[in-house]
């Protein structure tokens, strides 16, 4: 396809996007906008974008499409701008944020004005973020889902995701309701778990001083989503809080049904809780991506002894395998192996654990 495109916000996300679409579109023209000048002009440096727009009106003015890749909060202020900006008649807008009713109310003043509006979240992210993050393969076999606004404009999705083609994800069309109850369930309640979880555990460790070094096996896995971004996780939680409230209400009444089977001694309900858990949890996808980006983790039991570390890393650079982290667990209860490592893709993983298994006699263990 030719034509121009404007990413505004050049961040991990926003960044990727140029990227897949340069690579299945040469012949189209990125155009990029980000308020903070220096990440914009790292992005024409390292060739993420072919030219910069410092004011967004102006490269939104020649755009056939726009793609708002910035903080929700951003997006509806930013689509306030769009309306009063004179556009192509037939440009597209685009959205990559987490959550989508809010959003698509805000859009509604673009459908007044005949511009076309489809809600997008891509549900892909990396540990890294900016521009300099950016790959092109970031959102391979990743689920993207679309909330167009109304009934009819199909010529202009199948557009959309014709220009999104190299992105190589897997497109979903919901309504912006369900997608919020969807994303709130999978990935904005658990972001909320996770983090309370920490809290609870930071007060329990001035009375506990051994706490920390005990948390540094599972706890830490299970809380890594903790880590995320405060400030995008305040504006989801603010977008979506119609949904989480809702959510945690249900969540209150299933604690205190936990908490009547334990008080109770009742054995039998609590071994169904934890069974039905576990089976339920056994039978989700292994190798699709979801709403919460995956870790690739491998562990490896390795005997204790000097250089033990370096001859594992030796072996992977002898292969070229990138790794993103590398832990020795403490605590290893319920986890397998005594050392850790993170890769950014599956096929890392894979490709370090036929390596470590050719040559040598470790045992593996994939999660």
Not at 43 to 53: C, M, N, P, R
Not at 189 to 194: L, R, S, Y
Request: with cysteine; charged share 25%; hydrophobic share 40%.
């Amino acid at each position: 396809m030719e034509g121009k495109v404007l990413i505004i916000g050049m961040g991990l996300i926003g960044g990727s996007l140029a990227l897949c679409i340069k690579e299945e579109h040469p012949d189209a023209t990125i155009i990029g906008h980000d308020v903070n000048d220096q990440e914009l002009r790292l992005a024409k440096t390292l060739g993420v974008i072919d030219e910069l727009s410092p004011e967004m009106e102006l490269g939104a003015k020649e755009a056939d499409l726009i793609i708002i890749s910035t903080p929700v909060t951003q997006t509806e202020i930013i689509l306030e701008k769009l309306h009063n900006t004179d556009l192509k008649s037939n440009v597209i807008i685009t959205d990559t944020g987490s959550t989508k009713e809010q959003i698509m109310r805000a859009s509604l003043q673009l459908k007044e004005k005949g511009v076309r509006f489809i809600g997008g979240h891509p549900m892909a992210g990396s540990h890294k973020s900016g521009v300099t993050a950016a790959k092109k393969i970031l959102f391979e076999n990743a689920f993207y889902m679309l909330t167009p606004s109304g009934a009819g404009g199909d010529s202009e999705i199948e557009t959309l995701k014709e220009w999104l083609k190299g992105t190589r994800a897997k497109f979903l069309i919901v309504p912006p309701k369900e997608h919020d109850e969807l994303t709130g369930m999978i990935s904005h309640f658990p972001h909320v778990i996770a983090a309370s979880l920490v809290h609870q555990a930071k007060g329990s460790s001035l009375e506990h001083p051994y706490l920390r070094r005990l948390a540094a096996g599972g706890f830490r896995d299970i809380t890594r989503i903790a880590s995320s971004n405060p400030v995008m996780w305040k504006d989801i939680t603010l977008q979506n809080k119609k949904v989480l409230l809702d959510i945690m209400e249900k969540w209150k009444m299933e604690m205190e049904e936990v908490m009547d089977m334990i008080s109770e001694d009742d054995s039998e309900r609590i071994y169904s809780y934890f069974n039905e858990a576990k089976v339920f949890r056994d039978e989700l996808p292994v190798l699709s991506k979801g709403a919460i980006p995956a870790f690739y983790d491998l562990y490896i039991d390795v005997p204790d002894y000097p250089g033990v570390i370096s001859e594992v890393t030796a072996y992977l650079a002898e292969e070229r395998i990138s790794l993103t982290n590398i832990r020795i667990l403490e605590t290893r209860e319920d986890l397998y192996g005594v050392l850790v490592i993170s890769f950014q893709t599956m096929e890392d993983r894979e490709q370090a654990a036929a390596c470590l298994k050719e040559k040598t006699n470790y045992e593996l263990f994939l999660d």
